[in-house]
């Protein structure tokens, strides 16, 4: 009886550790969207890291939308 309480706990912490692992995926936040005179647009994003990156896809609902980007950084 101890052995297989023991193992089902042994089993159970094994399942608790591998079952939600943390995301350590880069992200980037959305911070602005903004509009000139000329209607033209424009969005800031912040990254983490401070990674550059070239592009930008946007998945919605109705579709899907490739932004290429001008990186300025600090």
């Keep these: ?3 297989s309480l ?3 706990l042994l089993l159970g912490v094994i399942y608790l550790l591998y079952s939600n692992p943390i ?3 880069p992200y980037l936040k959305f911070s ?3 509009f000139d005179n000329n209607n033209n647009w424009k969005i800031e994003v912040n990254s983490q890291w401070g ?3 070239d592009s930008v896809i ?3 609902s109705g ?3 490739k932004l290429k ?3 300025t950084g600090m």
């Design 69 to 71: 980007t001008t990186y």
């Design 51 to 53: 990674m550059k990156f």
């Design 6 to 8: 023991l193992i089902l």
């Design 58 to 60: 946007i998945i919605s």
């Design 23 to 25: 995301d350590t995926s």
């Design 63 to 65: 579709g899907r939308s």
């Design 1 to 3: 009886m101890r052995k």
């Design 32 to 34: 602005e969207l903004v």
